[in-house]
């Protein structure tokens, strides 16, 4: 449930049964605008499937995980069958489930030590992803498709209208709201306006000035490899969060399909970038945001 989801969707259901808990994805939760393959929704998934294996091994309890995902279906993504007593993976990093927030507003400008990055790395890796350090000779780059992504995602009426949707009442127990601003104020302007100037020159700032700006990539571009993703994904941002750093995401030359290659080119490696995190301390403590009952995403 504390996953983090793309547009806070929250787009799984946990299945259980004898033994075994199946992860199917919500596709009623998609985001056909912005994420027309339903990536981020399978990244979503593998992020909540991480939190789960954690969560069983902090109870005693061994998992062995089976990936399934194939494509569009509402067919299980994957099989988490619970094997008696402790398994090899590690549980304290469940305590810090509770702890992980999405960021947008700048960070500190201490910097986040080499030990913790090449500790980010070692997850990421462990889950079958890699995750590449922006050096600064990129940075401007990348911040450029950062704000050129922003402007494309905003110009589009029918994106504006798929974000201003999910920008609701927390009461809700879904979604979003944008800078923090009063939802019925915010909604109406980000359906009718273009903010994609000030949000790109917004974004561009927090990529440039970042204490640490990674992308995390896989080779493969499979479901699976979504799948793979999500998991390197929440098993990083849980160790960042063990030492008090946080995440906030700089997705758009992901999301964006003719920025993607162009990001891809940008970083000294093969592979398919998957996620633009920039990463440090927060100034202030955040409160978690809000998830719908546990009830609506069990299926018994
Ligand atoms: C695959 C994925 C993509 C995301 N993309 C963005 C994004 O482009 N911009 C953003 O501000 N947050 C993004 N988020 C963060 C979510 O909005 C956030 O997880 C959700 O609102 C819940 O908040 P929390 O992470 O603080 O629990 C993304 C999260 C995931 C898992």
Known sequence: MKAPSSHNTQPWIFEPSEGEILLRPDRNRALPVNDADDRELTISCGAALFNL?????????????????????????????????????DGSLAGFIGKRRTVRKP?????????LVSGLGGAVE?????????????????????????RIQFS????????????????KGDGMSLFGLVTPFVRPV?????????????DRKLAGEAP??????????????WLRA??????????????????????????????????????????HPQLVLRLGYPDEELRPVVRRPVQDMLRI
């Not at 960070?107 to 030990?115: D, I, K, M």
């Open 126 to 150: 462990a889950e079958g992803a890699w995750l590449c350090e922006v050096e600064d000779d990129r940075r401007a780059d990348i911040a450029g498709l950062v704000a050129e992504g922003d």
């Open 212 to 225: 640490l700006l990674v992308v995390l990539g896989t080779d493969g571009d499979s479901p699976e490899d």
């Open 156 to 171: 589009d009426p029918e994106w504006r209208r798929e974000l201003s949707g999910w920008m609701r009442s927390s009461r």
């Open 190 to 202: 980000v359906r009718a306006f273009d903010l994609g100037k000030s949000t790109a020159e917004k």
């Open 53 to 89: 294996r954690a969560a069983a091994a902090a109870a005693g309890t061994g998992t062995s995980v089976e990936l399934l995902a194939t494509g569009t279906s509402s067919d299980p993504l994957a099989r988490v069958r619970i094997e008696p007593g402790p398994g090899g993976e």
């Open 107 to 115: 960070f500190q400008e201490r910097a986040v030590e080499q030990a």
């Open 230 to 271: 999500g998991q390197a994904v929440q098993r990083a941002l849980l160790v960042a969060a063990g030492e008090g750093v946080q995440a906030g995401y700089l997705n758009q030359p992901c999301q964006v399909p003719e920025l993607r290659p162009r990001l891809g080119r940008l970083l000294s490696r093969p592979g």
